[in-house]
């Protein structure tokens, strides 16, 4: 009687079977087959080198490629540092670059994004770590994403220490990627920035944004859905430049101009504006006793704003709530050191507005009060 074994596989067919199935794991099921090609993967580790090596700055220890980056506190000069770190994203705005095969300023993006929250306790940005995942990696994006990261490391003053690029194929659709950062700063003990000070008499002082940043795209992405607009068209409000180019504008880095106008004393709080606006991001600031009234007249917003909010049938207080409406970074200063600061503010470039001033808040009343909102999106 034959066994099991003997009636299923002659001796012939299992050693052929095993033959086969060899072949197939040697051959037929490799890693890159399934998707993920670590040849690729370390093709792009060899363009992204220089590009790290041009940020490195007084700290830096290593270059790329190890298992950590390592960062000396005392090369660069501090004492007794209070780290702070930030991570974020670019959100649907990849959508647009991914549509528009324009990649390389949503690198700089992403470092906004994170340095820009930093400097708000004055911490330094010292180092940056970057996230590109994709289903397939194309190294010609991915280089022109990581040029983009390196752009707005040299910007903001930090390295670009490390990072991780992630091939998962069945995760993202062929083309989709998303890109996350991860940024570290220091600032000594005595100098963390924190809004306690801030007082009635204070200055609200706006810095200009570039546009509409890195927030709020699922909503543009709609109207221009709604609209039947191609990003290839010239944009309605900026005819000069495509649709693509324009809404692709990058989100400004506040680092340089922040820094120095805090090294004069003067600068009691800083506010990035992101997600929530100018309404959601400056109680953050504020302690329980004040409140900031804003003029909304003291400031004009750009052309996009204005196109979005006529064009999206948006209402005010849904522009004020998603949007930074023209206003990137917020500084509170005393009155004494009004001058200074923003001699300082403008000497790094940065054009700055006074658009309200803190006053006394009465118990349950709101944190933030904008007068004649209606005339942002007047022509």
Known sequence: MQSLCDQVFSAESLNALIAKTSEEVISGRSYKQAGVDIDAGNRLIDKIKPMASATARPGTVAEIGGFGGLFDLAAAGY????????????????????????????????????????VVQAAEPLLFLDYFATARLDIEVAEAVVAGIAEGCRLAGCALLGGETAEMPGMYRDGDYDIAGFA???????????????????TVLGLAS???????????RRVVETAGLDYAAPAPFAAERTLADALLSPTRIYVRGCLDAVATGGVKALAHITGGGLVENLPRILPDTAAVRLFAQSWSVQPVFRWLAATGNIASDEM???????IGMVAIVGP??????????????????????VEPRAAGAAPVMIDDMEHLWRD
Do not use: W, Y
């Open 79 to 118: 004492a007794d540092p209070i780290l702070v770190a930030a991570t974020d994203g670019v959100g649907t705005k990849l959508k647009i670059a991914i549509a528009a095969g324009q990649h390389r300023t949503v690198g700089i993006d992403l470092v906004a994004m994170c340095v820009n929250d930093l």
């Open 184 to 202: 570290v700063g220091a600032v000594e003990r005595d100098g963390l920035l924190t809004g306690a000070t801030v007082s009635g008499g204070d």
């Open 210 to 220: 570039n546009g509409l940043h890195s927030n709020g795209f699922s909503l543009v």
């Open 320 to 326: 004020m709530r998603t949007f930074n409406c023209g």
């Open 336 to 357: 004494a050191h009004l001058d200074t600061a923003r001699a300082a503010f403008e000497a790094a470039g940065e054009a700055t507005t006074i658009i309200g001033t």
